[in-house]
């Protein structure tokens, strides 16, 4: 059985960093995409990101490119989130899925999700 367990949230302020994390056991990510959603209050979750892991192809949300960026480290079996420039409209529950593919994950067609990891930015 697959888990995905993200870390890294928190409550920070405008214009700061944060890293997330997304670590999996029970099954490699081998053959998969990797990806992150988000979910603010009140409104539908939406997609951030994806990185293939195989060949390490990062995608992005047209609004989430230049601040944001997804990374993998195969050893540890782990995905990356880093946040840069963080700003108010970004506080969301953040969620780490697979797919198979990365455009299964735009589409929405997640294998397994994370429980979610929460961010709050205070302006």
């Known amino acids: 059985q697959v888990q995905l367990v993200e870390s890294g949230g928190g409550l920070v302020q405008a214009g700061d960093s944060l890293r997330l994390s997304c670590a999996h056991s029970?099954?490699?990510?081998?053959?998969?995409?990797v990806g992150w959603f988000r979910q603010a209050p009140g409104k539908e979750r939406e997609f951030v990101a994806a990185?293939?892991?195989?060949?390490?192809?990062?995608y992005y949300a047209d609004s989430m490119e230049g601040r944001f960026a997804i990374s993998r480290d195969n050893a540890r079996n782990t995905v990356y989130l880093q946040m840069n420039s963080l700003k108010p409209e970004d506080t969301a529950v953040y969620y780490c899925?697979?797919?198979?593919?990365?455009?299964?994950?735009?589409?929405?067609?997640?294998?397994?999700w994370g429980k979610g990891t929460s961010v709050t930015v205070s302006s």
């Open positions: 990185i293939t892991w195989s060949r390490g192809t990062s």
């Open positions: 029970g099954r490699t990510f081998s053959g998969y995409a």
């Open positions: 899925a697979t797919g198979s593919s990365r455009s299964d994950l735009q589409a929405g067609r997640v294998l397994y």
